[in-house]
């Protein structure tokens, strides 16, 4: 069940941003060559493959600690400034 999900976010991912580049190219014709339209249709393809699935993972993550009560960032040790060397 987990795997059809998967399948099916990205594939609504991918319609998405192909239909979004290409309303954009009907409208406004900012981009004259094909081999533009390509570039962004790749790109298009290529940003629903890593980065949207590694969001969900620290979003799941992040909905899980507040559940079990944990909040803030944690304890952060300041450190201060090194002096620098001395200028001549």
Same mark, same amino acid.
């Given at each position: 069940?987990?795997c059809?999900?998967?399948?099916?976010?990205?594939?609504?991912?991918?319609? &998405?941003?192909?239909?979004?580049?290409? &309303?954009?190219?009907?409208?406004?014709?900012?981009?004259?060559?094909?081999?533009?339209?390509?570039? &962004?249709?790749?790109?298009?393809?290529?940003?629903?493959?890593?980065?949207?699935? &590694?969001?969900?993972?620290?979003r799941?993550?992040?909905?899980?600690?507040?559940?079990?009560?944990?909040?803030?960032w944690?304890?952060?040790?300041?450190?201060?400034?090194?002096?620098?060397?001395?200028?001549?």
């Amino acid at each position: 069940m987990a795997c059809l999900f998967f399948v099916v976010s990205v594939v609504f991912g991918l319609l &998405l941003s192909l239909t979004a580049v290409l &309303l954009e190219d009907f409208t406004a014709r900012r981009y004259p060559s094909i081999r533009d339209i390509g570039q &962004l249709l790749w790109a298009a393809v290529i940003e629903n493959f890593g980065f949207r699935q &590694l969001l969900t993972v620290w979003r799941t993550e992040g909905v899980l600690d507040a559940c079990r009560g944990k909040t803030g960032w944690g304890i952060a040790e300041r450190r201060g400034f090194h002096p620098s060397a001395a200028r001549p």
